[in-house]
């Protein structure tokens, strides 16, 4: 049972903080594994539904609730789990390079958080759920492209009410 919670909020933000404080440090060792390459690090980061609306915020990270599986509620407590997708937004006027850079901050960001299973005990189990490719996001212009792929994980939480 998580020991600070109340549901999801607290969930959200610890992600964002985790992805805040390291991802930098593990996209720089992926490029170095993998050779150098431009990544830029992010300029936003978001915990909750948000949409990326100008250029000038990617790259974005969202850390986007996707919904809840269900679970158990009793008098006493709250069982739940729900998938939250870490979204990375970008743009570039390249597609390749656009899509290697995205590849790479899925990589970065599944090293990221698989350093905690609970989170810093904000959750009983944050487990990898999958990578997303399906987006809403397209051709922003005549040579610039704008692109996301995810990284969904499955929370699973008990909590008193």
């Excluded at 390291?22 to 170095?32: E, G, R, S, V, Y």
């Excluded at 150098?36 to 974005?60: K, N």
Aim: aromatic fraction near 10%.
């Amino acid at each position: 049972m998580s020991q600070t919670g109340k549901y999801l909020e607290p969930i959200l933000l610890q992600m964002k903080s985790e992805l805040t404080s390291n991802l930098a440090t593990n996209l720089t060792a992926i490029d170095t594994v993998n050779g150098s390459f431009e990544s830029h690090v992010p300029q936003t980061f978001w915990a909750g539904r948000m949409y990326v609306l100008d250029i000038g915020q990617c790259p974005a990270l969202i850390c986007w609730p996707e919904g809840d599986a269900g679970g158990e509620y009793t008098n006493v407590t709250l069982n739940f789990k729900a998938k939250v997708t870490v979204w990375v937004v970008d743009w570039d006027d390249d597609q390749e390079r656009l899509t290697r850079r995205l590849l790479r901050f899925q990589e970065a960001i599944i090293k990221t958080l698989k350093t905690t299973e609970n989170l810093n005990g904000e959750c009983d189990l944050c487990t990898f759920a999958g990578l997303r490719f399906d987006n809403p996001w397209t051709s922003i212009g005549k040579n610039s492209y704008m692109d996301a792929m995810g990284v969904t994980f499955e929370i699973h939480n008990e909590e008193e009410i």
